[in-house]
């Protein structure tokens, strides 16, 4: 999860230092760096990163086993569903799915037609 300060992106040129490192990784055909271009971006960033409050970003929400108090959960600003039983699966936890569905656009003529609304 990354939320960037745009006005420190123009002042440190962050987009020259990214550039170069992903050029570098690509003229190597990408065999510099596994996996693709998350060490050049980690290299471009390095020393310019602040932590976010694990309480904002609750990740992990795609596991089976996922434990998390649910007040937590409702206070995300950000729920990331990473994890093999997403929320639209049947093998997703339920009080996951629930927090999911809040957040789905029944209304949608698309999302009506996949058939993943109880």
């Known amino acids: 999860m990354n939320v960037f300060d745009l006005k420190a992106w123009r002042q440190t040129n962050i987009t020259e230092a990214y550039s170069s490192w992903l ?59 990473s994890g093999p039983a997403k929320p639209w699966l049947e093998i997703s936890n339920p009080v996951v799915r629930s927090l999911w569905y809040r957040y789905v656009n029944s209304s949608n003529i698309l999302v009506r037609k996949c058939k993943i609304m109880n």
């Open 23 to 81: 050029r570098l990784s690509v003229s190597s055909g990408l065999q510099l760096w596994q996996p693709g271009a998350l060490p050049p971006t980690l290299l471009a960033f390095k020393g310019l990163t602040q932590s976010l409050d694990p309480s904002w970003h609750v990740a992990g929400l795609g596991s089976r086993s996922f434990k998390s108090p649910e007040e937590i959960l409702k206070s995300a600003a950000v729920l990331h569903f």
